[in-house]
């Protein structure tokens, strides 16, 4: 899953329902009082084809793809074909169960499929989890279980668009609503200072966020969220920014994929107007949205970090926007050719 993808849903979702409270003594966050959000579908491949209950083309994540495995006898959902949804709203350390049920999900998926070791394909964030997971298996628990892994769309480097996010909001693509009408319950949400750009890449001499009469780069974290006035904000990016490190190499895995999108306009940097008699200043306006090379949701410094490990099979599909990657002809036609699909396994 990833937060790109089903945070538009929160129209759907009571945005009551959905914002969370942030615990800065234990670097957790807890749902409102008589909440009790869950995901359902573990290891079920329905959780994961769409992101409505009620699927339709505009929200189907990995339908296509799992339309197209289910061609070879061998790929049965829920058995040798598994789904891992979880809640996209927290960091790695707070899915801890996720990661306990995961390990138990591959095990199961191994022997299911005769002692084969599986393909981890993880999309977005949870590229981010997968090496989080990863880091926390010893080498021969994954020279036995794990044959492959394959990154699609991962922000390896972390994203402006969070930013923009956590400042103003963003209501992908609800246009009769209001980015900032979101705001409230992004902000609540750990994921979105997790993924906030690293500054590797985004080095201090270059602003994410220009404004009349201050700028803020990678160095200015604490400054920018002091200013938007959400100081809990700086707290969850200090728990949660050094959690997993995108840019190192998986270890233990000699096969390792990367595939990405590219050639799209991608927030690179963020402008605020001064306030005026028909608006306010910042953050609380809808900025102008500065655009670079990415594939709509995730920078291309990001996304394509990994063609400097060694040994990598690297892909970048162009015009493959973030999600619609997952259902794009090129992308699927990859993923058969890793698995070897569409042949019948004896």
Request: glycine share 6%; with cysteine.
């Amino acid at each position: 899953m990833s937060i790109f993808c089903v945070i538009q849903n929160l129209e759907i979702i009571k945005q009551l329902y959905s914002r969370l409270q942030y615990d800065p003594k234990t670097g957790h966050s807890y749902d409102a009082e008589g909440v009790d959000i869950i995901f359902p579908g573990w290891g079920e491949t329905w959780s994961i084809e769409n992101l409505d209950e009620r699927p339709n083309m505009f929200s189907e994540y990995f339908g296509s793809l799992v339309n197209a495995l289910r061609k070879d006898p061998f790929y049965v959902s829920n058995f040798t074909m598994r789904g891992a949804p979880y809640d996209f709203r927290k960091a790695p350390n707070e899915n801890g169960e996720f990661f306990n049920k995961l390990k138990a999900l591959i095990e199961e998926t191994y022997e299911n499929a005769k002692q084969r070791p599986v393909v981890l394909l993880p999309h977005s964030m949870g590229c981010l989890f997968a090496q989080w997971f990863l880091k926390k298996c010893d080498i021969p628990w994954k020279k036995k279980y794990i044959k492959s892994l394959v990154f699609s769309s991962c922000p390896f480097g972390g994203s402006v668009k969070t930013v923009k996010i956590e400042a103003s909001g963003d209501n992908f693509g609800v246009f009769l609503r209001s980015p900032l009408s979101f705001r409230h319950v992004q902000r609540s949400m750990p994921s979105l200072p997790f993924l906030f750009p690293d500054s590797r890449l985004w080095p201090s001499s270059e602003p994410l966020i220009i404004t009349p009469t201050t700028n803020y780069s990678s160095a200015d974290y604490e400054r920018f969220f002091k200013d938007i006035n959400y100081t809990i904000g700086y707290q969850m990016w200090k728990d949660t920014h050094s959690l997993v490190d995108g840019l190192e190499m998986p270890t233990g895995i000699d096969d390792i994929y990367c595939i990405h999108g590219s050639r799209l306009s991608t927030t690179e940097k963020i402008s605020y107007s001064a306030p005026s008699y028909f608006y306010s200043g910042f953050p609380d306006q809808v900025p102008l949205l500065i655009p670079g090379d990415g594939d709509g949701t995730v920078g291309i410094r990001s996304l394509e970090y990994c063609k400097n490990w060694p040994g990598i099979k690297y892909y970048i599909l162009p015009g493959a926007e973030h999600v619609r990657i997952l259902s794009d002809v090129r992308h699927i036609n990859i993923i058969l050719k890793i698995l070897n699909a569409n042949i019948t396994h004896g």
